[in-house]
C-alpha cells in the first residue's frame, strides 16, 4: 500500500555530507510516522531518525548534532541531511513508514564514509 524509494546514497569523505531522500508512492499526509534507519554489515538495524505526523523528531545519539529530518508535503518525500559524516555512519540507509498500523520498508540505499 506504501512503496518507499531512496536515493541519495554514494562514497564522501569524513567530514563531508549527503542528503538522503526517500519518495512515497502516497501523500505523506496519510503516513502516520516516517523515519530513517540503518544496517552495517554484521550488524543490527538501528533507528537513526524518526519523524511523526506532529512533527516530533527522534535522533540516535549517534547521530544528534549532525543529522537532520525533514519533509516535504508537496513532493510526498522525506529528507536526511548528514553532515560531518564519520567512517562509521558507513551502512545501507532504509526509509520506513507506518501506515495503518503496519511497517513499509524501502529498498535502501548504500552510503560509504571514507577515512
Known amino acids: 500500500q506504501v512503496q518507499l524509494v531512496e536515493s541519495g546514497g554514494g562514497l564522501v569523505q569524513a567530514g563531508g555530507s549527503l542528503r538522503l531522500s526517500c519518495a512515497a508512492s502516497?501523500?505523506?499526509?496519510?503516513?502516520?510516522?516516517m523515519g530513517w534507519y540503518r544496517q552495517a554489515p554484521g550488524k543490527q538495524r538501528e533507528l537513526v531518525a524518526a519523524?511523526?505526523?506532529?512533527?516530533?523528531?527522534n535522533y540516535a545519539d549517534s547521530v544528534k548534532g549532525r543529522f537532520t529530518i525533514s519533509r516535504d508535503n508537496v513532493k510526498n518525500t522525506i529528507y536526511l541531511q548528514m553532515n560531518s559524516l564519520k567512517p562509521e555512519d558507513t551502512a545501507v540507509y532504509y526509509c520506513?513508514?507506518?501506515?495503518?498500523?503496519?511497517?513499509?520498508w524501502g529498498q535502501g540505499t548504500p552510503v560509504t564514509v571514507s577515512s
Open positions: 519523524l511523526t505526523s506532529g512533527s516530533n523528531t
Open positions: 520506513k513508514a507506518r501506515y495503518r498500523d503496519f511497517d513499509y
Open positions: 502516497r501523500t505523506i499526509f496519510s503516513i502516520n510516522a
